[in-house]
């Protein structure tokens, strides 16, 4: 499965790079919406109170359309490495954003009743990776949090040293 969906993400992306140069950051958002449309119809809340219970709903429902996340979910780390490689975010206050972001998501994640496990099966056999849905994102913004916080410029921010002439934490 990982073959194929990696096979398909490179193949469609000459349109990520397209949609990155004609909508910027758009393009994640976009990505990142769909997602959550698809998990919300998935889920098909009947009430508000059913918002607040959306992983459990969307771990509870058939698979069926929960699939079109497999190519949202995963297009989503090319759009941001593509976006990253452009100088659309860097420095370790995008990168500590990125981490407060993730950890808030997986918060929210699993309250909402999305199963923990985020690779591979939790104990109860439930999964956010077959289909992928909205709780494997907060996994994804922790990961570019990471790359922004520990890049060179990042590492420079935090501890104070110059990186290639430039001041630490300059923005884009």
Not at 42 to 57: E, F, K, T, V, Y
Not at 69 to 92: D, E, S, T, Y
Not at 109 to 133: E, K, Q
Request: charge should be positive.
């Amino acid at each position: 499965m990982f073959l194929i969906m990696l096979l398909a993400v490179q193949a469609l992306l000459p349109l990520s790079v397209e949609a990155d140069r004609r909508w910027f950051l758009g393009a994640i958002v976009g990505l990142v919406l769909a997602a959550a449309v698809v998990d919300v119809v998935r889920a098909m809340p009947g009430s508000a109170g059913d918002i607040l219970r959306l992983g459990q709903r969307v771990t509870d429902s058939a698979d069926g359309i929960g699939w079109i996340n497999a190519v949202l979910v995963w297009l989503l780390p090319q759009q941001l490495g593509i976006a990253w490689k452009r100088g659309r975010f860097r420095g370790a206050w995008t990168g500590l954003f990125f981490l407060v972001l993730g950890a808030v998501w997986l918060v929210a994640a699993l309250a909402s009743g999305y199963p923990i496990g985020m690779v591979g099966r939790d104990f109860h056999g439930d999964s956010n990776m077959l289909p992928p849905t909205l709780a494997l994102v907060g996994v994804m913004w922790l990961q570019v949090g990471a790359v922004c916080s520990s890049s060179g410029q990042g590492v420079g921010c935090w501890t104070g040293a110059e990186s290639a002439g430039r001041s630490p934490c300059s923005a884009p």
